[in-house]
């Protein structure tokens, strides 16, 4: 039978930098439906992300992109002759797929059908 963890590797595990920063941005408003919307349809302009997040203001939205871009979880690409801009995910961003499965996994089984 495993032994439990002491405290003392709790603490270090749930204060590590890194699951921290993870969360930080996972766990900021709108940012997983964000990821969850460029995962399921891939290269989106603003106008497309803002009609799927729609209770996302446009100035938030706009910084939440901003910051998953400096994350490194988002691309923003300028559409050449336009004043479009698309947005996408980077590698990093699609690996998160397999996240955003399990958090939609667990909620169906979690939280009623009419949420």
């Known amino acids: ?4 963890p002491t405290m003392e590797q709790l603490n270090s595990y749930y204060l590590c930098p890194k699951f921290e920063k993870t969360f930080s941005f996972l766990g900021k408003k709108w940012n997983g439906l964000i990821i969850d919307v460029l995962l399921q349809e891939g290269t989106l302009r603003f106008r497309e992300i803002s009609r799927q997040v729609e209770k996302c203001s446009d ?8 910051e998953l871009e400096e994350d490194g979880v988002v691309e923003r690409y300028s559409v050449p002759e336009s004043s479009f801009v698309e947005y996408s995910l980077t590698e990093q961003g699609k690996e998160l797929a397999p996240i955003m499965a399990a958090i939609h996994s667990w909620s169906e089984k979690w939280y009623p059908a009419d949420c």
């Open 59 to 66: 100035r938030v939205l706009v910084d939440r992109l901003r």
């Open 1 to 4: 039978m495993k032994a439990d």
